[in-house]
């Protein structure tokens, strides 16, 4: 009887285990549903290749123009500027905590850095409107107040906390002995970072890069602040530009009616964004597999 | 005895973690182009010994060493402060208990110690890296694979490999600590024949848990009790007719 009650027992669990591990799979594929199912409507009225090699996105105009290539460009260039700064600083910081910091400067560091990606990424869009891109102005007069580069750096330093959180963590965890082989060997701390624990502790890293390179891309908030919601097809950081996310923010935030082709044009614009990430995770992952040496830690 | 070149000699080392003393006024003489065995029951410090030597203690904080081990023949002071560590691990290679291969193909593993060096030559890598995987028995092994990672060879291969990086840059000494104790019997055979080979070129100091792969190999022996040098001398006279009761019983598996 006891034992009836515990397989009893051991059976709910694991269903609620089994349920809570599928629940989001569903939440999951209902939104890629819904952006797919949405976006269907749009792209019944607008061909796709007028859509993938339009050079003009003007949606919201009396004679509107779905190209949604100054979208990509936008998007492109704000996320390329920002893990520029993000990646190499990032890792930089991963190399010091990991293999030269003390342990007290490690305690005292890390939760710094921390912080930083505590900070509401609103603050970090005024940051770059009211300070970086005043300051860029002093330098380079020719500079929109509405640029792509001054969200593009303040989004790379946003980053750099995921980057080195991620990192560190895999490269602290390549053991000991494999250290003490490369010292053994008469190596410096440097050579031993750059030629042993950086291979070793390379899928953490690009772990760390895939994430940081996938928040870059669906940073909203700093660009939509600082970026200047102008679907401009240029790669010039100096102008203003527009990204995917923060044409949607531009849309949800109007009053466009629901169900208007206006509105099906966040739907077309959210599913690129969606397969865009995919088809760069995709490539992480197989890169990933390709690169590493089988049987790492 | 008498006739044989010194190649290092410890002066009364003492070796402290923090506050805690490991090594107590050990002096020893370690012969040139031969194997010298650090015997002794867990935790009586024969590793920690060892580890002076290439300054190992170094990468962690609160070590302390005093007393001396003199090189030769240059004479100098190996775990002087005022002696680089990098410097010291140039000339004494290593071999650790758990075989440590890099996650890098057979040939990078080997060529590390020169690419550090500053070696880029491609030539000379290649030549070494033939010469010392030769040496190192695992040439055979290994020859039509160089550039497939170094983790899909067995545990022995691994740790001959690890032999192999080692002889790469010609140490002068080389350190092994328990290099068999992760390894099957077979594979220990081989690596047995491999020391007793490569002292022919380079002095050798082993750290082993097995006193009869120190009867085997070694042509000196030290048993270390907590941690002091209790006894030193030729292997066949610590095993046949130790002076010290402590070694005695040791090695007639009385305690230990």
Not at chain 1, 119 to 143: E, H, N, R, S
Request: with cysteine; proline share 5%.
């Amino acid at each position: 009887m006891k034992n009836q009650l515990g397989k009893i027992k051991e059976n709910i669990i694991e269903m609620l285990l089994f349920l809570s591990a599928i629940f989001s799979i569903i939440i999951t594929g209902s939104i890629v549903f819904i952006l797919f199912y949405e976006s269907i409507g749009f792209f019944k009225e607008v061909s796709i290749i007028e859509f993938l090699t339009g050079k003009e996105w003007t949606p919201l105009f009396a004679n509107p123009k779905f190209g949604v290539l100054p979208l990509i460009a936008g998007t492109f260039l704000t996320t390329g500027i920002a893990i520029s700064i993000a990646l190499p600083l990032g890792l930089i910081a991963a190399i010091y905590l990991s293999e030269y910091a003390t342990h007290r400067v490690r305690e005292i560091l890390k939760p710094v850095l921390e912080v930083l990606a505590a900070i509401p990424t609103v603050v970090y869009g005024y940051f770059a409107l009211l300070f970086l891109t005043p300051l860029l102005q002093k330098f380079i007069p020719q500079i929109s107040s509405f640029n792509a580069l001054s969200p593009g750096i303040i989004m790379g330093i946003m980053i750099i906390p995921y980057v080195t959180s991620v990192s560190e963590d895999s490269m602290r965890a390549v053991p000991m002995h494999i250290r003490e082989g490369s010292y053994a060997m008469g190596a410096t701390r440097f050579q031993t970072a750059i030629k042993v624990i950086i291979p070793a502790a390379f899928s953490g890293i690009g772990a760390g890069f895939t994430l940081g390179i996938s928040r870059a891309i669906g940073e909203t908030m700093v660009v939509a602040i600082a970026a200047g919601m102008m679907p401009n097809f240029t790669l010039n950081p100096l102008e203003p530009v527009q990204t995917f996310t923060s044409y949607i923010v531009q849309v949800s935030l109007g009053d466009v009616p629901h169900g208007t082709l206006e509105y099906k044009t966040i739907f077309a614009a959210g599913v690129t964004l969606f397969l865009i990430t995919l088809i760069f995770n995709i490539i992480g992952f197989w890169l990933k597999k390709r690169i590493i040496i089988r049987g790492v830690y | 005895m008498v006739t044989e070149n010194l190649k290092a000699k410890v002066n009364n080392l003492n070796f402290y973690y923090g506050n805690t003393q490991v090594l107590k006024n050990n002096n020893l003489p370690i012969f040139e182009k031969k194997i010298t065995a650090l015997i002794g029951p867990s935790g009586c410090g024969k590793t920690t010994f060892l580890r002076c030597f290439n300054r190992m203690h170094d990468l962690y904080h609160n070590n302390r060493y005093e007393g001396e081990i003199i090189l030769y023949p240059d004479n100098i002071n190996i775990i002087s402060p005022l002696i680089d560590p990098i410097e010291v691990r140039m000339r004494i290679g290593m071999v650790f208990q758990k075989p440590n291969p890099f996650p890098k193909s057979i040939y990078e593993n080997i060529a590390f110690g020169l690419r550090i060096r500053g070696i880029k030559k491609k030539s000379i890598i290649d030549e070494v890296v033939e010469k010392t995987l030769k040496d190192a028995a695992l040439w055979d092994d290994v020859r039509d694979r160089l550039h497939s990672p170094a983790f899909n060879l067995s545990g022995g291969q691994q740790q001959r490999l690890c032999i192999a990086r080692a002889l790469a840059t010609n140490p002068e000494i080389l350190l092994f600590d328990e290099p068999t104790s992760a390894i099957d019997p077979i594979a220990t055979g081989k690596i047995e024949e491999l020391m007793v080979e490569l002292k022919k070129k380079v002095t050798i100091i082993i750290v082993t848990h097995n006193i009869h792969q120190a009867a085997r190999i070694a042509d000196y022996t030290a048993f270390m009790y907590l941690g002091e040098i209790i006894e030193f001398g030729p292997t066949e006279k610590i095993f046949t007719v130790p002076s010290d009761k402590r070694t005695e019983l040791y090695i007639s598996g009385k305690f230990g």
